[in-house]
């Protein structure tokens, strides 16, 4: 039986406990696996390798483009992910496009990118028009961005009970995507509404669950983190994950095929991505982490990043990908037309509203010239006077809280969430919302073929947000 094979017998025996304890692990110490402890910080056109018959081959032989969930087609621009009629990754297909590493540098070297144009040549119009945005306001005024706990998008009840805004660019996981029980909640249509319906920006991260081990077929638990730095924990080799004809080779090409399938459904939609795959590579929390000096010389991080990146770009020929590198070392580093942005993840271990401008210079290193830099992760958000004092050399993109107690802490008997006050006083979240250099939700351009309503989950809680508002000032 083929490791894929193993992994979907496995669906209806996974243990729903072990994904809430994964999110609770994620939410409660932030994505670091080291507790939210900024360690990270203080370091820091050829052909493709396979045919072009191939990719035909994997829009021909695609059978089953659409919605796992609901079963309905999805329209691609790029070339479908071959998928099977059970909904899943067709592996038979999948495993004829290998990366041509080699080949791979010599396109990428050959390659001029102008900063004007993401990295993708694939890029579609809309996806341009948000690139193009970016760039417009990068140096000028800092976006604001949440990164979200769950389908319940208690944030975005935070954000507009206390400021009458919200994040102009929302954070979504890809968590649960590629265990054996799925998205349950699918947060890929969440995603599609935040930007369709509401006319926000979407940023999506992968905490990328894997077997535990390997070689043990009974041991159905997946997870990310490594050996003491969570639990569970896996020992999933990312030097065989790179390598064709192991086990974990063939797991790492089915995730990054399931995954390339939810970013079509993104694309389907004509909803730009902000794309941040392998982040928080500089230390050893994750499995795709640099763990050792011979990881490093072996350039395992980059050849997986790589691979990705070629799948995605060169395979399927994504149009709506902008790419986010969050690699956050020296020997992390991946070639430079290979992400347009460059992210830092800061969690200071007492409270700091600064501008993080030591870490920004560290990133700044190690960054090629002319990327955009972002505070991709943090655990404070930046006094919004420190950011315009400092705008001319700490040039964030946005920064992006982390989700749960690193905002709201608690609710009202309404259900409406308390500001975590031992992060921020209610008074300095107003200010850091509204402030004039912090780009909100309300401020946003309008983006082709979007709308302006409020998210689904914020105009049900009006109501009560209004009986709640009445019982504060009554109460002074």
């Not at 360690?39 to 089953?64: G, L, M």
């Not at 043990?216 to 997946?222: F, M, R, S, V, Y």
């Not at 400092?390 to 107690?405: C, R, Y």
């Not at 998210?455 to 009986?467: G, N, Y």
Request: hydrophobic fraction near 35%.
């Amino acid at each position: 039986m083929t490791e894929i094979k193993k992994r979907k017998s496995m669906k209806k025996r996974i243990i729903a406990a072990f994904l809430a304890a994964a999110v609770g692990i994620c939410s409660a110490a932030g994505c670091n696996g080291n507790g939210g402890n900024d360690v990270q910080t203080q370091a820091q056109e050829s052909q493709n390798s396979q045919p072009a018959a191939d990719t035909q081959q994997a829009a021909d032989t695609s059978e089953n483009t659409g919605n796992a969930q609901t079963g309905e087609p999805v329209t691609t621009l790029s070339n479908p992910v071959a998928m099977t009629s059970d909904g899943d990754v067709d592996m038979e297909v999948a495993l004829k496009y290998e990366t041509d590493f080699d080949a791979l540098i010599a396109q990428l070297d050959a390659k001029t990118v102008s900063e004007d144009h993401p990295v993708s040549e694939n890029t579609n119009p809309e996806t341009l028009a948000l690139y193009q945005w970016l760039r417009s306001v990068y140096g000028k005024q800092v976006i604001s961005a949440q990164q979200l706990s769950n389908i319940n998008d208690k944030e975005s009840l935070a954000y507009y009970y206390h400021t009458g805004d919200l994040p102009a660019i929302k954070g979504f996981d890809f968590i649960f995507k590629t265990t054996p029980n799925g998205d349950g909640n699918d947060w890929t249509q969440m995603a599609i509404d935040w930007h369709t319906k509401s006319n926000g920006i979407v940023y999506f991260c992968w905490h990328w669950n894997v077997p535990c081990d390997i070689n043990d077929p009974d041991n159905n638990a997946e997870a990310f983190y490594t050996e003491g730095a969570g639990n569970p924990f896996t020992t999933f080799s990312i030097e065989n994950a790179v390598t064709p004809g192991t086990k974990e080779y063939e797991v790492a090409v089915h995730d990054i095929d399931l995954i390339a399938h939810e970013l079509q459904r993104l694309e389907a939609a004509g909803v730009p991505v902000l794309w941040r795959p392998l982040h928080e590579a500089s230390g050893a929390w994750f499995w795709w982490g640099i763990s050792s000096k011979e990881m490093a010389e072996k350039e395992c991080y980059q050849k997986l990043w790589y691979m990705i990146y070629d799948r995605l770009e060169n395979y399927h020929k994504l149009t709506n990908l902008i790419w986010v590198w969050n690699g956050q070392s020296s020997h992390a580093q991946v070639h430079a037309n290979t992400y347009d942005i460059a992210g830092i993840d800061v969690y200071p271990t007492k409270e700091d509203h600064s501008v993080q401008d030591k870490s920004y210079k560290n990133l700044e290193k190690i960054t090629a010239e002319g990327k955009m830099l972002a505070l991709t992760e943090c655990g404070y958000i930046p006094d919004p006077d420190e950011l315009a004092a400092n705008i001319d050399t700490v040039k964030w993109l946005f920064f992006m809280p982390w989700n749960g107690d690193f905002i709201y802490k608690g609710s009202t008997v309404l259900g409406i969430p308390k500001i975590n006050e031992e992060k921020m006083s209610v008074e300095f979240f107003k200010k850091a919302i509204t402030s004039d250099t912090v780009i909100t939700w309300s401020e946003l351009p309008d983006f082709e073929g979007t709308e302006r309503e409020l998210p689904e989950k914020v105009t049900l809680a009006l109501p009560d947000m209004e009986v709640q508002r009445q019982k504060d000032e009554a109460a002074g």
